[in-house]
């Protein structure tokens, strides 16, 4: 099957008019001159298979009940609290070429959704592993290509989970490794284990600048977002308006800056609350500062409101959003970017929307687009990859056991993946192709 790339994605979002959208393909800077971008991921370093032996391989070219020669079906209800579905062999249906697990909205085995997953028959050591899949095209939907020991371990050795990708809509990769056999408890009594989770967008720009056409007067402006994860605001700028136009939202401001009513001393800000699990403040989406930055509550809508005592005259909204990867393989890349979000200003009797902004149309969507999701395994490191191009580097303290491979659609709660909406009914993970390499002598 081919790979097709959508071509743009937002450097800078501006000349945008008021209660009018801009074209999320390209974009027109504040200059006036159009930019495009491709979205395709480059690294620093890529995989070179002319060093590696292809040693098995599933390409899904069989009809759908060869199948069940080499991989197995859960067939019945999901143990997990987290998920909403149980998943079936039904669910799990090959299709010209591709296995499709699909998602239906129906109850049964007690549960309100069904989806479809696999594991192998077979079990895999060390080498470099590789697979060809779309997301599901919804929120609230986790596309899962992961390892798992299904046959047990030895004594002595550890129960792990290596997540190659437990993707998100619409172009989030989730990567983590768990240690299931060594527990915890924490303070409040949860029995946990190790985990090293992390959300990668890897295409995408941080900054956002609107500009409006027409000036605007308002006592209160906020953004929302059904981001699956927190979403990360280091600066959040409201600017009167500037014929001289505006300074670039990843620099300082400069001392001939517009004024920025963010830093009013009248602004009251408001949000969806804290990540408890970092060191971050409500007010560090506001303080002047780049190197700080709110970090949101993990679930539900997230949003961020600025209200003040008198009307503002506001001719510009500007932010950056998401967390700069500082060291490794991806350094300089920003994760967690938000996914879309809605800007508004109340006109004192209304909310009326500015920017309405999805990073499906505008970076790039995981459900409409065929991407490869790698994982190099030695005794030594975990190495993913993305289209072939290595973007995080793990040490591995913990598999040296064999695995499975799983694949396997899931409806998550809590918001996990985003919002769980009828949108989800029909949707499905789609997969091209599996391949396992061994390194050549």
């Known amino acids: 099957m081919k790979l097709y790339l959508k071509t743009a994605f937002a450097v800078v979002i501006a000349g945008f008019g008021f209660n009018t959208y801009a074209d999320t393909h390209t974009y027109t800077d504040t200059q006036g001159n159009q930019s495009a971008s491709s979205t395709q991921f480059k690294g620093k370093k890529s995989i070179d298979l002319s060093q590696w032996q292809l040693v098995w391989q599933d390409e899904f070219n069989y009809p759908d ?15 997990n609290p987290w998920v909403y579905s149980s998943r079936w062999r039904e669910n799990a249906q090959v299709k010209e070429g591709v296995l499709h697990l699909k998602s239906i909205k129906e109850t049964r085995g007690g549960q309100d959704w069904t989806t479809g997953n696999v594991w192998s028959k077979r079990t895999f050591g060390y080498g470099y592993f590789e697979a ?4 599901a095209e919804a929120y609230g939907t986790n596309n899962s290509f992961w390892f798992w020991p299904k046959q047990g371990v030895d004594e002595g050795q550890k129960a792990c989970e290596i997540d190659i990708n437990e993707g998100h809509y619409p172009n989030i990769i989730n990567t983590n490794v768990h240690n299931w056999t060594d527990k915890y408890t924490l303070p409040n009594g949860r029995i946990s284990h190790s985990d090293d989770q992390k959300h990668w967008t890897l295409l995408g720009q941080p900054d956002h600048t609107i500009e409006l056409k027409q000036a605007i007067k308002a006592k209160k402006v906020r953004l929302t977002s059904l981001n699956p994860a927190s979403i990360h605001i280091s600066e959040f700028r409201v600017f009167e308006p500037s014929s001289a ?11 001939n800056s517009p004024l920025n009513h963010a830093l009013s001393a009248d602004t ?8 408890n699990k970092l060191p971050s403040k409500e007010e560090f989406a506001i303080d002047g500062k780049l190197n700080t930055r709110w970090v949101s509550e993990k679930h539900g809508q997230k949003w961020l409101q600025l209200e003040w005592d008198t009307p503002k005259n506001i001719g510009a909204i500007q932010f950056v959003n998401g967390w ?13 970017l938000i996914s879309d979000y809605v800007l508004e200003y109340h006109n004192g009797k209304a909310w009326i929307e500015l920017k309405k902004y999805q990073a499906a149309e505008a970076v ?48 998550l709660k809590a918001d996990i993946a985003g919002p769980v909406t009828d949108a989800i009914d029909g949707t499905s993970m789609k997969i091209d192709w599996v391949r396992y390499y061994q390194r050549k002598p």
């Open 268 to 275: 009251h800000l408001t949000t969806n609350g804290v990540f």
């Open 324 to 336: 700069e990867q500082e060291y490794g393989d991806s350094q300089g890349i920003y994760r967690n």
């Open 132 to 135: 060809r899949f779309k997301y």
């Open 65 to 79: 009940k060869q199948l069940d020669k080499n991989w197995i079906s859960q067939n019945g209800p999901t143990e």
């Open 245 to 255: 136009g505006y300074p670039s939202a990843k620099d300082d401001l400069p001392q």
């Open 364 to 411: 790039a969507n995981f459900g409409q687009e065929y991407h490869t999701y790698g994982l190099e395994w030695d005794q030594d490191y975990f190495k993913f990859y993305f289209d072939g191009e290595l973007f995080h580097t793990m040490r591995n303290d913990v598999c040296f056991s064999e695995q499975t491979i799983l694949f396997s659609l899931a409806i």
